[in-house]
């Protein structure tokens, strides 16, 4: 049994993400995944890859389900997407890095997006 009350966290302070959210950037509206953190910003880039950038925490929002799929949402894109994931969450290296190389070569082909994830 715990004496002391749990404190809750601080209402003013900024949202934590999680490496792998997908996140808007809302000075741009645009869709990213949160890569890290780098002291108090977060590192996101645009999904499937490309550079990075870093923003304040508190100009991001998590993204809609709807955000998510136009923001290279179709059907192969989210199978290659979930390859990638479960070789990740199984520490498979190699698969991870093919997963990650089919991933950035089918947005290129496909959506005919440039080296830094832009159309």
Do not use: F, S
Not at 56 to 67: C, F, G, N, S
Not at 79 to 107: F, P
Not at 108 to 115: F, I, M, N, V, Y
């Amino acid at each position: 049994m715990h004496d002391r009350p749990t404190p809750h966290p601080d209402p003013e302070a900024p949202m934590t993400y999680r490496e792998g959210t997908y996140v808007i950037d809302t000075r741009h509206e645009r869709l990213a995944q949160v890569m890290g953190m780098v002291g108090p910003r977060v590192q996101v880039r645009r999904p499937g890859g490309g550079r990075e950038w870093e923003v304040p925490p508190e100009v991001l929002r998590l993204a809609t389900r709807e955000e998510r799929a136009a923001g290279g949402g179709c059907a192969e894109c989210g199978r290659l997407r979930a390859a990638q994931r479960r070789a990740v969450d199984r520490g498979a290296k190699r698969e991870a890095v093919a997963a990650t190389v089919a991933v950035r070569h089918h947005l290129r082909d496909a959506h005919a997006e440039t080296e830094d994830g832009m159309p």
